[in-house]
């Protein structure tokens, strides 16, 4: 083990381990920039979920309108001012 050190120190020059940093780098800031854009892509979604959740509720309210209009009632709501 310890030679394996000693020789990795020997061989590599600065440079090189420079070099290595900078490569490193460039990676995590792209994975940085993926995680970010992930986090935004999913708040969206989230909040587009939320709309799509509201509608399909309204849609349901309305769908029970139905039934009751087949029968032939008066429909719901407020009612027409006559003037």
Known sequence: M?????N???T???QDYWIKLWSKTTI???AIAAVKETKKRAKV???ELKDVAKAVKE???QVADIGSAVKGNARKGRKKSIK
């Open 59 to 61: 849609v349901g309210n």
């Open 12 to 14: 590599y020059s600065p």
């Open 8 to 10: 990795i120190l020997w």
């Open 28 to 30: 995590d800031e792209k």
């Open 45 to 47: 979604v989230k909040s």
């Open 2 to 6: 310890l030679k394996k050190i000693i």
